[in-house]
Protein backbone atom coordinates (compact mmCIF):
# COMPACT_ATOMS: atom_id res chain seq x y z
CA UNK A 1 0.00 0.00 0.00
CA UNK A 2 1.65 3.48 -0.92
CA UNK A 3 1.35 6.11 1.86
CA UNK A 4 -1.22 8.75 0.79
CA UNK A 5 0.95 12.06 1.08
CA UNK A 6 -0.97 16.04 1.42
CA UNK A 7 0.19 17.55 -2.06
CA UNK A 8 -2.71 20.38 -3.25
CA UNK A 9 -0.88 20.61 -7.03
CA UNK A 10 -1.38 16.96 -7.60
CA UNK A 11 -4.31 15.60 -5.80
CA UNK A 12 -8.24 17.01 -5.49
CA UNK A 13 -9.21 16.21 -2.05
CA UNK A 14 -5.65 18.33 -0.49
CA UNK A 15 -6.44 21.27 -3.09
CA UNK A 16 -10.31 21.15 -1.57
CA UNK A 17 -9.05 20.88 1.99
CA UNK A 18 -6.69 23.37 1.86
CA UNK A 19 -8.59 25.81 -0.09
CA UNK A 20 -11.73 25.65 2.10
CA UNK A 21 -9.97 25.68 5.46
CA UNK A 22 -7.81 29.19 3.99
CA UNK A 23 -10.95 30.71 3.24
CA UNK A 24 -12.78 29.71 6.41
CA UNK A 25 -9.79 31.56 8.39
CA UNK A 26 -10.78 34.16 6.34
CA UNK A 27 -14.40 34.20 8.37
CA UNK A 28 -12.49 32.96 11.72
CA UNK A 29 -10.62 36.95 11.69
CA UNK A 30 -13.83 38.70 11.41
CA UNK A 31 -15.45 36.72 14.00
CA UNK A 32 -12.24 36.38 16.35
CA UNK A 33 -13.13 32.52 16.67
CA UNK A 34 -12.39 29.40 15.17
CA UNK A 35 -15.80 28.05 14.51
CA UNK A 36 -15.95 28.19 10.56
CA UNK A 37 -13.01 26.55 10.62
CA UNK A 38 -13.42 23.78 12.70
CA UNK A 39 -17.01 23.41 10.70
CA UNK A 40 -14.90 22.80 7.69
CA UNK A 41 -12.19 20.54 9.21
CA UNK A 42 -15.49 18.57 10.76
CA UNK A 43 -16.78 18.34 7.36
CA UNK A 44 -13.75 17.15 5.87
CA UNK A 45 -12.76 14.52 9.34
CA UNK A 46 -16.43 12.83 9.30
CA UNK A 47 -15.59 11.15 5.65
CA UNK A 48 -12.79 9.19 8.05
CA UNK A 49 -9.80 10.39 5.11
CA UNK A 50 -6.07 9.07 5.65
CA UNK A 51 -3.88 10.49 8.30
CA UNK A 52 -2.07 12.82 5.98
CA UNK A 53 -5.23 15.22 5.80
CA UNK A 54 -5.98 14.23 9.26
CA UNK A 55 -2.67 15.39 10.31
CA UNK A 56 -3.22 18.62 8.02
CA UNK A 57 -6.56 19.60 9.16
CA UNK A 58 -5.43 19.57 12.91
CA UNK A 59 -2.10 20.78 12.27
CA UNK A 60 -4.04 23.98 10.43
CA UNK A 61 -6.85 24.30 13.05
CA UNK A 62 -4.00 24.75 15.95
CA UNK A 63 -2.31 27.42 13.82
CA UNK A 64 -5.26 29.15 13.17
CA UNK A 65 -5.96 29.06 16.79
CA UNK A 66 -2.84 30.13 17.64
CA UNK A 67 -3.07 33.33 14.53
CA UNK A 68 -6.30 34.68 16.27
CA UNK A 69 -4.72 34.89 19.71
CA UNK A 70 -1.67 36.44 18.51
CA UNK A 71 -3.87 39.28 16.47
CA UNK A 72 -6.67 39.62 19.28
CA UNK A 73 -4.68 42.38 20.81
CA UNK A 74 -2.96 42.84 17.51
CA UNK A 75 -3.54 45.86 14.82
CA UNK A 76 -6.07 45.82 12.12
CA UNK A 77 -3.64 46.00 9.82
CA UNK A 78 -3.64 43.01 7.11
CA UNK A 79 -0.23 43.47 6.77
CA UNK A 80 0.77 42.86 9.81
CA UNK A 81 -1.95 39.97 10.12
CA UNK A 82 0.14 38.32 6.69
CA UNK A 83 3.29 38.32 8.69
CA UNK A 84 2.02 36.71 11.49
CA UNK A 85 0.64 33.69 9.11
CA UNK A 86 3.99 33.63 7.30
CA UNK A 87 5.29 33.26 11.28
CA UNK A 88 3.36 29.96 11.96
CA UNK A 89 4.57 28.60 8.48
CA UNK A 90 0.99 29.47 7.00
CA UNK A 91 2.09 30.56 3.33
CA UNK A 92 -1.56 30.13 1.37
CA UNK A 93 -3.09 31.57 4.15
CA UNK A 94 -0.81 34.71 3.76
CA UNK A 95 -1.42 34.17 0.06
CA UNK A 96 -5.86 34.44 0.91
CA UNK A 97 -5.70 37.56 3.39
CA UNK A 98 -3.49 39.71 1.74
CA UNK A 99 -5.67 38.65 -2.12
CA UNK A 100 -8.70 39.64 -0.37
CA UNK A 101 -6.80 43.05 0.14
CA UNK A 102 -5.51 43.06 -2.59
CA UNK A 103 -8.80 42.92 -4.81
CA UNK A 104 -9.84 46.04 -3.26
CA UNK A 105 -6.78 47.75 -3.66
CA UNK A 106 -5.63 50.65 -5.74
CA UNK A 107 -2.27 51.33 -7.23
CA UNK A 108 0.83 50.98 -5.39
CA UNK A 109 -1.09 49.57 -2.88
CA UNK A 110 -2.28 46.83 -5.27
CA UNK A 111 1.44 46.49 -6.54
CA UNK A 112 3.13 46.12 -2.73
CA UNK A 113 0.48 43.47 -1.66
CA UNK A 114 0.34 41.97 -4.78
CA UNK A 115 4.67 41.49 -3.94
CA UNK A 116 4.10 40.34 -0.89
CA UNK A 117 1.46 37.70 -2.37
CA UNK A 118 4.29 36.50 -4.08
CA UNK A 119 6.79 36.13 -1.72
CA UNK A 120 4.62 34.15 0.36
CA UNK A 121 3.75 32.15 -3.23
CA UNK A 122 7.52 31.48 -3.32
CA UNK A 123 7.66 29.52 -0.52
CA UNK A 124 4.22 27.53 -1.02
CA UNK A 125 5.92 26.87 -4.49
CA UNK A 126 9.03 25.28 -2.96
CA UNK A 127 7.62 23.68 -0.38
CA UNK A 128 6.15 21.09 -2.98
CA UNK A 129 9.30 20.86 -5.32
CA UNK A 130 8.28 23.86 -7.86
CA UNK A 131 11.39 25.49 -7.55
CA UNK A 132 11.88 27.20 -11.18
CA UNK A 133 8.45 28.42 -10.77
CA UNK A 134 8.99 29.94 -7.35
CA UNK A 135 12.33 31.38 -8.16
CA UNK A 136 10.30 33.40 -10.96
CA UNK A 137 8.03 34.52 -8.30
CA UNK A 138 10.62 35.50 -5.74
CA UNK A 139 12.30 37.63 -8.96
CA UNK A 140 8.71 39.37 -9.45
CA UNK A 141 8.76 39.85 -5.40
CA UNK A 142 11.79 41.24 -4.91
CA UNK A 143 12.10 44.98 -6.95
CA UNK A 144 8.55 46.17 -5.68
CA UNK A 145 9.60 45.09 -1.80
CA UNK A 146 12.90 46.48 -2.63
CA UNK A 147 11.11 49.69 -3.35
CA UNK A 148 9.15 49.66 -0.32
CA UNK A 149 11.14 48.82 2.42
CA UNK A 150 10.14 51.87 4.23
CA UNK A 151 6.57 50.03 4.10
CA UNK A 152 8.18 46.71 5.61
CA UNK A 153 9.84 48.41 7.91
CA UNK A 154 6.60 49.40 9.61
CA UNK A 155 6.77 45.63 11.14
CA UNK A 156 9.50 43.93 10.27
CA UNK A 157 13.03 44.23 9.19
CA UNK A 158 12.92 44.50 5.20
CA UNK A 159 16.23 42.93 4.56
CA UNK A 160 15.49 40.10 6.30
CA UNK A 161 12.68 39.28 3.95
CA UNK A 162 14.27 40.27 0.64
CA UNK A 163 17.23 38.64 1.62
CA UNK A 164 15.37 35.44 1.74
CA UNK A 165 13.32 35.51 -1.78
CA UNK A 166 17.52 36.53 -3.20
CA UNK A 167 18.65 33.09 -1.71
CA UNK A 168 16.10 30.39 -3.21
CA UNK A 169 17.09 27.66 -1.37
CA UNK A 170 16.79 28.60 2.80
CA UNK A 171 14.63 28.51 4.93
CA UNK A 172 11.76 31.12 5.19
CA UNK A 173 12.90 33.31 7.70
CA UNK A 174 10.82 34.68 10.78
CA UNK A 175 9.70 38.34 10.03
CA UNK A 176 8.32 39.16 13.59
CA UNK A 177 10.21 37.01 16.03
Known amino acids: MINQVFDPFRDRLSRDIRNDLSESLLTCRTQHQLTAA ?13 PCYVDYINDRL ?15 DVVWQ ?14 EILEQAW ?47 HRLAVHIDPELL ?13 LLS
Open 38 to 50: QAVANHYLATNPE
Open 62 to 76: DCYARFLALIADGPA
Open 82 to 95: GFVLWDLGLFFEVH
Open 103 to 149: MQAFGDEKTFLQALIRAAGFYIKREYGFDDGAAKMAAKAVPVLAANV
Open 162 to 174: LAALRNTTGKPPL
